[in-house]
Every structure is written in C-alpha cells, then in structure tokens.
C-alpha cells in the first residue's frame, strides 16, 4: 500500500472514531487544516520535477477527495445519530390515555340566586343589580335608619376609608336594602309629572359586607331584597308572594310561614319570617330566612314618592340560608373555601 492510500485509510480511521462534530472537526484539521498531512504534502510539490508534479499533485487530489468524503460520510452520521436520538428522547406514547379536563358547574350560591331570579321572574319582578360600595345615605339614612341604630356601629359594618358628600364614611353595604332606594328613585325619576305610575316590583340580589364571621356567619354573604310598591299593596300580598316564592323554591308545598312581629326602622309593621317544613330532616323546626314590612312612609318619601298614595311591602332574606336549607348544607364556610370537593358536589 502506497503512503497515499495509507493515509486514507488512517483520515477514515480517526473520523469513524469521532464521536462528536468537535472530534470530527479535530480529526479534520489533522488532514486538511493548514498545518494537515494533506496540506503538507501538497506543499512538497513544489519541490518536484515537472513531470513528476503532475502525478503526483493528480495522486494527493484524489486522496483530498477520498477524505472529504469520509469526512462527509461521517458528519452525516453523526447528524443522523444525534437526531435519533432527540427523536426517542421526545418520543409520544400515542396508546396512553388523554389528560382529562374536568368540566366545571355553576357556584351553589349562584344555582340558589339563580334560582330565586326565575320564581321572583315568573310573579313580574324586575331584577336590579347595585353598588357594594355604598354612602351613608342609601345604606342608612334614606332607611329611616336612626343614628344611634346598632346596624351603624363600627362592630357591624365594614368602613370604607373616604367620605362621602355629607362628610360621612363610605361603607360595604350591610344589607341590600339600599337597592330599594336607588330603584325606586329611578323608578319614580322616569315617570314624574305622567297620571299614572307602574308599580314597582323588584327584587335584588347580591353581595352584602359584615363584620361576622362563625358556621352561620360570613363577613362576605348576600342577600335578596324584595319590593312591591303601588296604590294598594298590602301585607297579605307580601304573604302570598313570600308563600308562592317559598315552595317554588324548595319544591315543595309540606311547608308552613310564619310572620312574627319584629323592628326594622325602614318597615312598619316589620315582621320575620320564619318556615317550618312538614317533612324531611329538618322537619318541625321554625326556622327564620328573611325580615320584611310594610315600607315606611318615611321611606317612599325618600323614594321620591307620595306617602299618601303609594304603599307597599319590602323583604330581605338571606340567599346563604335558603342554599344551606335547600342542599343540607350544616357550615356556611363551605360556600367560601373553594374546596372542590365540595363544589363539585353541585355539578
Ligand atoms: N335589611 C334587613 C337586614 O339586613 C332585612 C330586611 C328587613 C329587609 C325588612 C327588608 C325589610 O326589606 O323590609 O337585616
């Protein structure tokens, strides 16, 4: 074997055993680079006799290719190689199961809420929507809610820290019952001046703010308010709304009202209600789910209304109580902890 073919063979050699492109390239610059073995008999050429030149310069070309091709070879390998490799690392089980991704359901508090919409709905109650953020004056004062009432103590009612027109604290409202101000003054704003005014009927439901926090107490809780105010709306058709509403809303008719006398200063008479149900788990016990009365004439004046010729009724009963009632649901934290477990249960 001439020293050519020798060298092919050793430049095949030393590529086969690179195994990295680096290798590869070291092993190459031995044969190629400036200093290689190629390059340095290329060099030698020009010491030899014209003649002789010419095959031999023919000679190291063929080898210069012989080895460019094993280089080419091998870095297509190595390539090839590193691709199978990424190939399997990234491999897909395509037999394996698909990820599941649960469906989510509506909140329990939200089912109840809606819920009370559609009945209240299907009797003509409009449904409005209101600040959580109130002024003294809608969340008290135009509620004929004396200042000295408990309502406005600082251990009931969270405080927002700015100030209103009047100089007074802004609050969360503890209650929905400023919604009857605000509608009733839109109300009574869009029909001033015309003969006759349609009566209000409207519930409102949402989130209401106190400082309370145990099982039946959260500092975040709603209520639904309820007015009904026209030329002749009396209490007994507070009752049968409250009765009609009641056993849509559970379901059933084994169920008894209750109107026991009681104070709240935007009512008079003010009453509680309480239910009893005839049947199932909870069966004989009295159980309380709403305030309500009378609307006090103080009251529709602020509405913008004529005492003398408007009346009618109000409630607000807590959503939160009738969703435990209607789910058997014992702790009200339940509701708020977003423990799937639970919610899920309500799917
Ligand atoms: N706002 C009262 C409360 O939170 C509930 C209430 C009682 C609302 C009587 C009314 C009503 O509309 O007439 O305790």
Do not use: C
């Not at 050429?45 to 280089?71: D, F, H, M, S, Y």
């Not at 406005?152 to 400023?178: A, I």
Request: no cysteine; charged share 25%.
């Amino acid at each position: 074997m001439n020293d050519l073919a020798q060298l092919l063979q050793s430049a095949q050699a030393e590529f086969a055993q690179a195994s990295t492109p680096a290798d590869l390239e070291n092993a190459k610059a031995r044969f190629l680079g400036k200093s290689g073995q190629v390059t340095e008999l290329m060099k030698g050429l020009a010491a030899l006799p014209v003649e002789e030149k010419k095959t031999r310069g023919a000679e190291i070309n063929q080898l210069k290719q012989g080895i460019e091709a094993a280089l080419n070879a091998r870095r297509q390998a190595l390539l090839d190689a590193e691709l199978e490799k990424q190939l399997k690392a990234e491999a897909l089980d395509v037999s394996l199961p698909g990820r599941q991704r649960g469906t989510g359901g509506l909140h329990p508090i939200t089912r109840a809420m809606e819920r009370i919409e559609a009945i209240f709905g299907s009797m003509g109650f409009d449904v409005a929507d209101g600040p959580e953020i109130e002024t003294d004056w809608f969340s008290f004062s135009s509620l004929n809610n004396p200042e000295n009432h408990p309502a406005r103590s600082m251990q009931d009612t969270f405080y927002v820290d700015m100030k209103d027109e009047g100089g007074r604290w802004f609050n969360l409202r503890p209650h929905t019952s400023p919604m009857q101000i605000r509608y009733a003054q839109a109300h009574a704003k869009r029909y001033a001046g015309q003969e006759t005014m349609p009566e209000i009927r409207v519930i409102a439901p949402g989130r209401t703010y106190r400082v309370d926090s145990d099982a039946t107490h959260s500092p975040m809780f709603h209520q639904v308010e309820g007015l009904w105010v026209g030329e002749n709306i009396s209490f007994k058709d507070l009752k049968s709304v409250y009765l009609n509403f009641i056993t849509a809303f559970f379901e059933t008719d084994a169920l008894q009202l209750r109107f026991r006398p009681s104070y709240f200063p935007f009512t008079e008479p003010s009453a509680e209600i309480d239910i009893m149900f005839e049947t199932g788990p909870l069966k004989g016990r009295w159980l309380e789910v709403s305030g309500a009365g009378q609307v006090h004439p103080q009251v529709i004046r602020n509405m913008g209304l004529d005492p003398e010729r408007y009346i009618g009724f109000a409630f607000g009963s807590g959503i939160d109580r009738l969703a435990m009632l209607r789910y058997g649901v014992n702790d009200l934290r339940l509701f708020f902890e977003g423990d799937l477990r639970f919610l899920s249960q309500f799917k």
